[in-house]
């Protein structure tokens, strides 16, 4: 199992970002995907998930400016980051839900909101 999580960098308040996850190493199409968030000094937190026939469901501290999708064919999950704040600031990680392996994680990106 393999998740290489991309996309992220440095934006100001209310700024976008397009993050973007690619799977390997599993049949990704059944499995509902979920994008987490780990702030500095929290835990990891679910953002956004995506079942395999694209029903979603955020986070309400999300709901509105972020936007989840996949492409089942090129085992990808894409998150779309509006109107960001910096509470967003985090490292974003993707996985699946159940997860495929229990303890493995990619290495995340990192989103800082700033001015």
């Known amino acids: 199992v393999q998740f290489v999580e991309s996309g992220g960098g440095l934006v100001q308040p209310g700024g976008s970002l397009t993050l973007s996850c690619r799977a390997s190493g599993f049949i990704f199409r059944p499995y509902t995907m979920v994008w987490y968030r780990r702030a500095p000094g929290g835990q990891r937190d679910m953002v956004a998930g995506?079942?395999?026939?694209?029903?979603?469901n955020y986070a309400d501290s999300v709901k509105g400016r972020f936007t989840i999708s996949r492409d089942n064919a090129w085992n990808t999950v894409g998150l779309q980051m509006n109107s960001l704040k910096s509470e967003d600031t985090a490292v974003y990680y993707c996985?699946?839900?159940?997860?495929?392996?229990?303890?493995?994680w990619g290495l995340g990106t990192q989103v800082t909101v700033s001015s």
């Open positions: 995506i079942t395999s026939d694209g029903h979603t």
């Open positions: 996985n699946t839900e159940p997860r495929v392996h229990p303890d493995y």
